[in-house]
């Protein structure tokens, strides 16, 4: 099994190794179990599907929300030959019904689907002849209300599942979901014991910026800036209007870049032209709105900038991660103006046209979103500590590579105050008792709350020793000694704050400790980290791919990721052999391209490049 595993691993998709999570999930998978996957934009959810769908007998189908993003995935599955299609409004009713019929006679192990195409009759010839094996959901927030893109047209697929004879391996996935959105996604789609699985949120390559910006024209003057210094590169830029895309796109195509727009006001034709424009990097900057991107797996997506303030977290996160995804660093960065919140609060509390009223509840629920997002915006915490804690990962509380950590943050001896939070532990075990994190500090700030009154807590020796730092500030050492193990918490409902053995080295040995904290005020100033590289030969690799994609009318993406070159620019292979072990060369790609570029490569090498 295992073996099988690996060798359609490389010989379809090219890759040797599995990214975090994606085994686990695919072993799950071929021993029939539902599965509900959460894992971030970039870490490979595809293949989580992709394989097994290969090794299961019968069909897979993979409900999905975007048209694009099928026509993509199927592209790229032809490009490793694997047998799979799509059904969607795009095609001809003549290409529909051959699709339908093809897929009867089993032509396709692999078959995309919208979800409003489960209402049409013609699904039913599909569910009647052909043993549907799996169901893979993607995008599954979308079948939650309590999610941030709710989808009606989802709630057809639970009826779907149980229309069929036999019922199947039932996989949802996404990149960004709450507790309550999981719930709701198992409810709903009755999963049964599924295998549950949450990779941690973090993308290690991203670096996140914020800048806050008061005036309007300040904002296009800082987009401008950035993109003087990311002249050639590929990004989007999401604005809350459909008016500000136009305007903004307009200024940058005056400015001298080759940029297009994306909005729900556009025609079919233009929004399908402008996206094919970004994806065919003929137009390598897009300004939208959060209507462009779902689905849109670009690999080489260098920044995403948001123009405007997003409703809520997860919307940030989301769009934010399109950036990057071929692992390689990128950059997301926030102009954040308080005035935005206007806009956002109007959207919120406003039903759009067409829409029916809004349930307050749900009003309130959005609201509080928003009011995340804002701390995000304007917090000097570390920005990815802030992200990863909103869902629910245990991030530190310095990353070293956004905004707030790289020009915010100093390098503070806490030895004294580490000292003064444990011996406050110590004295409360001392009179027998144990207390959760925030009483500890509000004993250290010496507060004046009734719980702390009541019970004399006022008269031990740490009370008040801490009065004059901020209560954030103490929470913040106060978790990093519990990471570093000189204190842990006990217990599961409520823990509590007890003294590790560790603790010693602190008050009895007096050993220095040093962390990185937030300075007062912090200014910030986005920096990107570029890795080392023969860019010459870089630059021979990307134009040789996108002769050969415009040869073949795919996008240039899908015969080779830019991750994919750059391994080549670091591997130098001049034979098959070594060309098979770049990263995303596998068998058939190796048949196709080999030859091509080994020459490209051997060229440059021998020309000294
Ligand atoms: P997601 O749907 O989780 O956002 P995708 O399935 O679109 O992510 O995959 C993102 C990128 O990662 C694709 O370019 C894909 O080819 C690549 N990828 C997936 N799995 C691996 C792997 N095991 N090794 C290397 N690259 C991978
Ligand atoms: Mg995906």
């Not at 300004?287 to 995403?304: C, L, Q, W």
């Not at 009011?371 to 509380?397: E, I």
């Not at 620019?569 to 770049?582: A, I, T």
Request: charged share 25%.
């Amino acid at each position: 099994m295992d073996q099988d595993i690996r060798s359609i691993l490389k010989t379809y998709f090219g890759f040797t190794r599995f990214r975090r999570g994606q085994e686990e999930i695919i072993h799950a998978l071929l021993e029939q179990r539902d599965v509900l996957a959460v894992m971030p934009t970039g870490a490979g959810k595809s293949l989580c599907y992709q394989v097994p769908a290969l090794l299961l007998e019968g069909l897979t189908l993979v409900i999905s929300p975007l048209i694009s993003l099928m026509k993509d995935q199927v592209n790229a599955l032809q490009e490793g030959d694997v047998p799979g299609a799509y059904l969607n409004s795009s095609l001809s009713p003549v290409e529909y019904y051959t699709t339908i019929s093809r897929a009867v006679q089993g032509d396709y192990k692999i078959l995309y689907l919208a979800p409003e195409g489960l209402k049409r009759e013609h699904i039913r010839s599909l569910r009647e002849q052909v043993r549907i094996s799996m169901v893979v959901i993607d995008e599954a927030h979308c079948i939650s209300q309590w999610g941030h893109d709710f989808r009606p047209s989802y709630l057809l697929i639970r009826e779907f599942i149980q229309s069929l004879v036999q019922r199947p391996i039932t996989a949802a996935f996404t990149a960004t979901a709450t507790d309550q959105v999981k719930e709701d996604i198992a409810c709903i789609l009755n999963l049964e014991n599924p295998y549950m699985l949450t990779t941690g949120f973090n993308r290690e390559n991203l670096y996140f910026g914020v800048q806050k910006i008061t005036k309007a024209q300040d904002k296009v003057q800082a987009l401008l800036d950035y993109l003087k210094n990311h002249q050639d590169k590929s990004g989007i830029v999401y604005c809350a209007t459909r008016k500000t895309v136009e305007a903004l796109s307009a200024a940058l195509s005056a400015a001298g870049y080759a940029a297009t727009r994306y909005h729900a006001g556009l025609e079919d034709w233009e929004r399908q032209n402008n996206q094919d424009n970004f994806i065919y990097d003929r137009k390598p900057l897009m300004v939208a709105t959060n209507a462009f991107g779902m689905g849109i797996d670009k690999s080489n997506v260098s920044f995403v900038i948001h123009y405007n303030i997003p409703k809520n977290i997860e919307s940030y996160y989301q769009e934010a991660g399109r950036a990057g995804r071929d692992g390689g660093p990128a950059d997301c960065l926030l102009l954040y103006s308080p005035q935005d919140l206007r806009t956002n609060t109007y959207l919120i509390t406003h039903s759009q046209s067409g829409e029916l009223p809004k349930d307050p509840a749900l009003i309130s629920h959005q609201l509080e979103m928003l009011k995340a997002m804002t701390f995000y915006a304007t917090t000097t915490d570390c920005l990815r500590a802030r992200l990863l804690a909103y869902f629910g990962d245990r991030p530190a509380n310095y990353c070293g590579n956004c905004s707030n950590c790289s020009t915010g943050f100093e390098s503070i001896d806490i030895s004294i105050t580490a000292q003064k939070i444990i011996s406050c532990v110590y004295r409360i075990e001392q009179r027998g008792k144990r207390f959760g994190k925030t009483m500890v500090v509000d004993i250290l700030r010496g507060s004046k709350n009734q719980k702390l009154l009541s019970q004399g807590l006022d008269s031990l020796s740490t009370y008040g020793i801490m009065a004059e730092m901020d209560t954030h500030r103490i929470r913040t050492i106060l978790d990093y000694l519990i990471a570093q193990e000189y204190l842990t918490l006990e217990g599961d409902t409520y823990p509590v704050v007890c003294a590790a053995s560790r603790s010693r080295e602190i008050i009895f040995e007096r050993k220095p400790l040093v962390m990185m904290l937030p300075k007062e005020a912090a200014p910030h100033t986005p920096a990107l980290k570029i890795a080392e590289l023969d860019e010459q030969l870089f630059t021979k690799l990307k134009s040789l791919r996108n002769r050969l994609a415009q040869e073949a009318h795919i996008p240039a993406y899908i015969i080779f990721s830019d991750a994919s070159l750059r391994d080549m620019c670091r591997k130098m292979p001049l034979n098959p052999e070594q060309f098979l072990r770049v990263s995303g060369v596998g068998e058939v790609k190796m048949k196709k391209y080999g030859a091509v570029f080994t020459r490209l490569i051997r060229e440059h090498t021998i020309g000294g490049g």
